[in-house]
């Protein structure tokens, strides 16, 4: 018996196997090690961001030889918009900016038209989407794009709120 046990310690066969175990463990434990590495420090690609109406909005060049259309006023207007706890709304006033004389009197015709527009498209925006500066542009984009969807013998050019005000 004390032979077997001897025998058993100094085996060859088993010290290969635990060669061969500790090896393939030191292996997969440095090939998740290198995977881990490149995983989280790898760059991210970019996500492909889709164009924003409001970086459509034109802007009205400052020189003096900028050809200022026809201009129309959008009277007054007060409307509820979208909040969770306390009832706000915007007080607003726009003028347009128009293409040709002939525009003038279309939009004329259709100010009903366009101030149910303007008063769906502002109460369908939040309190925080109106605060800043992107969000006004934005609706500004979407204003330019609803008012000459429907207007025919010319368009708007420019949007411009003559009074803001959201509370």
Not at 2 to 24: D, H
Not at 32 to 50: D, R
Not at 146 to 152: E, G, H, P, R, V
């Amino acid at each position: 018996m004390a032979e077997k046990k001897a025998t058993t310690a100094e085996n060859p066969k088993s010290k290969k196997t635990l060669f061969i175990i500790i090896g393939a463990i030191v292996l997969v434990l440095l090939v998740g090690g290198g995977v881990g590495t490149w995983y989280f420090l790898k760059i991210k690609a970019k996500p492909q961001q889709t164009q924003d109406p409001a970086q459509q909005v034109p802007v009205p060049q400052l020189n003096k030889q900028a050809k200022i259309g026809p201009m129309v006023n959008i009277d007054e207007f007060i409307v509820n918009i979208i909040s969770g706890d306390v009832a706000h709304y915007v007080k607003a006033s726009i003028t347009v900016e128009l293409t040709n004389e002939p525009a003038k009197a279309e939009v004329e015709q259709r100010m009903p038209q366009m101030r149910d527009a303007v008063l769906l498209l502002i109460s369908n925006k939040t309190y925080e989407e109106l605060q800043d500066l992107q969000g006004k542009k934005q609706l500004k984009a979407e204003l330019l794009n609803k008012i000459n969807s429907f207007l025919q013998t010319g368009k708007v050019t420019s949007i411009y709120f003559t009074n803001f005000v959201v509370q």
